[in-house]
């Protein structure tokens, strides 16, 4: 018998997209969340073309689209030289080729649309300032979309755990009328370099520039006493010191919030009966394949289509099957991004000379499986 309510543990992208995605089927649920206001933290996103599609058909996109900034192309650069090694078209060419746009936006943006939404669903009910552990849930299916560091894998045997995964995002943001000119105000740009790299995008809704620098460090998260964030900036210039001038200007008088980057180890996303994870709970993920968000998002409604059409015991066991499929083929394709995006010496130089060989619309080909991915039932 299909499910006919579901509790949400965690208000996050994954939680909110699950309950619109379970109201679409006429499925209830409630949504408990610790925070006592939603906010975002973080700055910037990309929404790739398989998860707007999925935003058009739960009805937000079009709120979204007053908002973000539909960038051309996503260009890879030369981190030392600034010489342009390839680009990805976007724009037009996206919603022709992938049937959906391909965005860039706050993430304060993505969250207060999808808030909006369930707010203004009789189907969905949020409970703010309500943790898990104290929540008086009913009984049913309980849905854990409660980030990285999820509670709601101790109700599930052999769940994945977090583990620090040896890198560091610096990210902060700069005004657009002040970024040097070099910075493309239309489009993604990754600069490349050796053991780093540096993704930047101009956000619209605050006429600024979002910048994430990664690379390898250390978790110096308890030196809060300003110690870590001095000792990360000092890195952040070290790793970038042989890079274009420019570039470098950037690190000059910021002040980054750095994130040391956890991944979801393997591990059994559902207990068979009524207990599921979704989102980084289940698989939190580096980012150098830009599908974090995209992935929670398309967690969220092909698990709303399963359970719109059978019981908790049959659909949970065909989600996880379906999903970590898609979720080990994606992370094969990040390991291999930032094998070619920090790579050094004889390998840089061979990675350039692939791009250069490999025209815009091939380069498009081989985001195919990703961007043109369709949610199955």
Known sequence: MPVEHASIAGAGIAGLTAALALARHGIGSDIFEQASELAEVGAGLQ???NASRILR??????????????????????????????????????????????????????????????????????????????????????IGADGVWSKMRQHIPGAPSPRFSGNIAYRFTISQASAPDFLDRDNVAAYLGPSAHLVCYPLKETASFNLVAITGGTDDRHLWDGGAERHQLEILRSRFKGWHPGIKSLFGDIAPTFWPLYEATEGRWQNGRDRVLIGDAAHAMMPFAAQGAAMAIEDAFELGEMLSREGAGQAL???EA??????????????????????????????????????????????DWIYGYRPQA
């Open 47 to 49: 929404l790739s073309p």
């Open 57 to 142: 058909q739960l009805g937000v996109l079009s709120e979204i689209e007053k908002h973000w900034l539909e960038p051309e192309m996503i260009r890879l650069v030369a981190g030392d030289t600034l010489r342009p090694l390839a680009a990805v078209p976007a724009g037009r060419f996206a919603r022709d080729r992938w049937d959906a746009p391909y965005g860039v936006l706050h993430r304060a943006t993505l969250q207060r649309v999808l808030l909006e939404a369930v707010r203004s669903n009789p189907l969905c009910r949020l409970h703010l300032g309500t943790p898990f552990e104290s929540a008086s849930l009913p009984a049913g299916l309980v």
């Open 317 to 319: 066991p065909r989600f």
């Open 322 to 367: 379906l999903r970590t499929a898609r979720i080990a083929r994606i992370r094969k394709r990040g390991a291999f991004n930032r094998f070619a995006y920090h790579a050094r010496g004889p390998v840089r130089i061979g990675r350039d000379i692939v791009l250069s060989l490999k025209p815009p619309q091939s380069l498009a080909a081989d985001l």
